[in-house]
């Protein structure tokens, strides 16, 4: 198991910055994947970047140029850098892990096996 615990979320106007991170534990065998997903009221889950063991990533079209996630595993710690927000960015932000690889499911909700308890965005016109 991972144990995944988000922070870094608050309120910005549009245009501002936040930077997410996620502080784990567990066996590294537990996170060959990682990624970042954010769910706004209404609307399901969605992923928006997503790292592999090797460092690869992959971003949702809506985020590219934009979030960068990256994975400092001497600090336990993931982070999503989130620059040019915009209200549409507005949502709870959820760190996840798996214990398998990220090919051919990087933004599949259903095959990440553990979850942090997410962190507010707030983006405001």
């Known amino acids: 198991q991972a144990l995944l615990r988000e922070s870094g979320g608050g309120s910005v106007q549009s245009g501002g910055s936040l930077r997410l991170s996620c502080r784990y534990s567990g066996e590294s065998s537990f996170r060959k994947c990682m990624g970042w997903f954010r769910q706004a009221p209404g609307k399901e889950r969605e992923g928006v970047a997503a790292?592999?063991?090797?460092?690869?990533?992959r971003y949702a079209d809506s985020v590219k140029g934009r979030f960068t996630i990256s994975q400092d595993n001497a600090k336990n710690t993931l982070y999503l850098q989130m620059n040019s927000l915009n209200p549409e960015d507005t949502a709870m932000y959820y760190c996840?892990?798996?214990?398998?690889?990220?090919?051919?499911?990087?933004?599949?909700?259903?095959?990440?096996?553990?979850w942090g308890q997410g962190t507010q965005v707030t983006v405001s016109p």
């Open positions: 790292i592999d063991s090797a460092g690869s990533t």
């Open positions: 996840a892990a798996t214990y398998k690889f990220c090919s051919g499911f990087w933004f599949s909700t259903s095959s990440y096996d553990n």
